[in-house]
């Protein structure tokens, strides 16, 4: 992403990334401003783990998420749309497995 | 028991006019995020205030009607026990006069600028973190929990001003400069924690509370060494500051009480 150069005593903008519980991954959750990386984390706990969202935080400086262009969306994603084949739906599964 | 009842109200006062001086930043933070931290750090002096007024209040329920009586000076406060009516913890944070409280001044000092919100933090966590520490190994097992489950909490907070005063110390010339004034402004509040009250020495004596005179050379170590770390000076000077645990209070309670107990006091037992 680009540097936002609109107010220069503005805050660094980082990503936040958390972990619900044990064993599962870490998933975006918002963003927030810091000087560095540690308050980054401390900021990340108190505005998004208040209520025991989390028990495991990470922290990527927003500059540093390469994102891909939304105006070739078309050539990236639309291509997958009649390939349905590989999507893994025509195997009979046991009703015991779950969360497939 | 009624020293037991002073030295738990001392406790919950300490927690509930530090809890309440910090909610007064909230919607007022220098930043969103750190409007959040200083919102979160409140809320769990409330929560341990709650604990400690609640247990207050069970021992006071317990007492003989006798020795109920003249324990608070507030009028409406007497006239529910003279009623023989039980009190809780609303009642002990939001029915009893600037008189009956007993925190330590530090807590009901200002908000200042960031620099003095960061300073009065930075001497009272440190010091609550090593009193929390002693006071889990008390025999009264209320305080014992109490104690247990805010070291957590309070471990976080001494982090969190401990990391201000480094940052603001050792950050700009300007920012060096407040940060060391408002260490100066607040030190002579600070000898008052370690302070020994009869009632405290009674209750060190007895297991129940904590020696906060033997603290002083380990919180005096702790805040040095980051005081060092953010290249700014331990103020000096011994003209210290005393009394919020004799009930003698500087002007800012009042205020404070005013705001804090008012709904309270004019719509007696009002929920919402």
Redesign the interface.
Known sequence: MPEQNSNKNE?PLWEVFIRSKAGLDHKHAGS????DA??AI??AR??YT?RMEGVSIWVVESKHVHASDPDSSGAMFDPANDKIYRHPTFYDLPDELTHM | MKNRILYTLQLADNALIYGHRLSEWCGHGPVLEQDIALTNISLDFLGQARGFYQHAANLFNALPLAEKQGMFLSVALEEKVKKGENIDEDDLAYLRDGWDFRNLLITEQPNGDWATTVARAFYFDTFNHLYYTQLQKSNDLQLAAVAEKSLKEVTYHKRWSSEWVIRLGDGTQESHEKMQAALNDLWPFTGEMFRMTDVEQEMADGKTGVDAAALHSQWKQDIVSIIDEATLQLPEGTRLQDGGKDVRHSEHLGYILAELQFIQRAYPGMEW
């Open positions: 805050w927030l401003h810091a000087i540690q308050m401390e900021n108190d505005v208040r």
